[in-house]
């Protein structure tokens, strides 16, 4: 058998070694808490499951759905975007659902790319905008996201011939897995940029609706001219706690999104249909639940920063997304430490080296805990400080 070059292209997958020794510790009953999971911990909001067993009673959605989704369903999409951005959508040209973000993010590189073209995409950053880029043969160009920079790529520093050759550009705020977020006048700037250089712009936005002090994110659609060379995803999967649902959307650019539907009617027959009902039925339902576990987050957030800061493992405090991304004792590899800290102190996290080069020197809690795991956790990395310092500075 002889496999596809391109599969050889893929990076390697760096955490076999972390995964399989918390496989081993798990097989000894060793309990380890896991704050490495980007996944909500509530459960999906009851009135968007009954609407779910409702409709999943009906035989007309036993049958295919379509890739572009039910009529209501973008309807419902363009509705929401209106009612919270302000963004006006024509739902049959401006909007297509997804099954689930993930998909659409790793299907639009064959929209886009051929053999050896740029994409420009953040380090560190999500995953499938590389390694999309790379399936379909192109190469990704890393914008590193400094923390001197709040984590906000600079577009001054890509060379002018590649920004020209490249295609495409990903950005992603409220950003996972630095925390970080960015601002309107950020987004004009990548506008200006693409502009310039000719280049789509591909918005990543799921955490949008999980932010703390009273913050509201902006979507990238907002921004004049970003309809004219850009989209934006956005996911009901953070949103409503509905990951193992999978609903996601694209919006924004019409050619853009029928390149993408073009791509997608031939791979796919859509999302089942009484998961499209559940989903009009999240985006136009009561929206308490978002207020309610933004306050829960907010809490988990604030106990683990503070004691993160205190253990010598700096930290900035999220405005929104539910990750904390911690600075490292520099001696250390991402991978190392959290190899440390799984050993010594059975707390599993990301590795920042997960998510590009520039991570290495954090790693990433996610505050999808439930608040007892969170409360043991911090006792436990309270004791494993005590125990031994490890802060560079003593
Ligand atoms: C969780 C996440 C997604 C994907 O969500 P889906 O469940 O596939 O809709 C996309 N981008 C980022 C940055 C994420 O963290």
């Known amino acids: 058998m002889e496999l596809a070059k391109r599969l050889d292209r893929l990076p390697p997958y760096l955490f076999v070694e972390i995964n399989r020794r918390i496989a081993e510790l798990k097989a000894r009953g060793e309990d380890i808490i896991s704050f490495a999971m980007g996944d909500p911990d509530l459960a999906t909001p009851p009135h968007i499951i009954e609407r779910i067993c409702q409709a999943a009673r009906d035989p007309a959605n036993h049958r295919y759905p379509e890739t572009a989704g039910l009529p209501e369903l973008r309807k ?99 950003n996972n897995p630095t925390g970080t977020i960015a601002d309107l006048g950020f987004f004009e700037e990548a506008v200006r940029f693409a502009q310039q250089h000719t280049l789509a712009i591909c918005h990543d936005a799921p955490y949008t609706e999980v932010a703390y002090d009273g913050y509201k994110p902006p979507s990238f659609m907002q921004t004049p ?88 493992l700096k930290s900035r405090i999220p405005k929104a997304t539910f990750y904390i991304w911690a600075k490292i004792p520099p001696e250390y590899t991402s991978i190392d430490f959290a190899r440390k800290l799984l050993d010594e102190a059975r707390i599993a996290v990301t590795p920042g080296i997960g998510y590009g080069k520039e991570g290495d020197g954090y790693i990433r809690f996610s ?11 911090i006792s436990r990395l309270l004791s494993w400080h005590a125990r031994n310092c490890h802060c560079a500075e003593r």
Not at 367 to 377: A, I, K, W
Request: aromatic letters at 8%.
């Open 367 to 377: 505050l999808t805990v439930s608040d007892e795991r969170l409360e043991q956790g």
């Open 76 to 174: 419902s999409i363009a509705e929401w975007y209106e009612m919270r951005f302000g963004v006006n959508l024509d739902p049959d040209r401006e909007v297509l659902p997804l099954i689930g973000s993930k998909e659409g993010i790793g299907h639009i590189a064959l929209c886009f790319i051929e053999p050896g073209d740029i994409v420009l995409v953040p380090d560190p950053s999500y995953p499938p905008y590389s390694l999309g880029t790379i399936l379909a043969g192109g190469e990704p160009y890393f914008m590193p996201l400094k923390e001197e920079n709040d984590f906000l790529p600079d577009f001054e520093a890509i060379p002018a011939e590649v920004a020209d050759k490249a295609k495409l550009m990903w950005l992603n705020y409220p």
């Open 225 to 312: 001219g970003a309809k004219k060379i850009g989209v934006e995803f956005h996911s009901l999967s953070k949103t409503h706690h509905m990951t193992g649902w999978r609903v996601g959307m694209l919006v924004g650019n019409a050619d853009m999104i029928n390149a993408l539907f073009k791509v997608k009617s031939n791979l796919d027959s859509g999302i089942p249909r009484a998961i499209q009902f559940a989903a009009v039925e999240a985006l136009r339902g009561s929206q308490e639940h978002i207020a309610e576990r933004n306050s829960v987050f907010q809490r988990r957030r604030d106990k683990l920063v503070k004691v993160l800061n205190e253990i010598g």
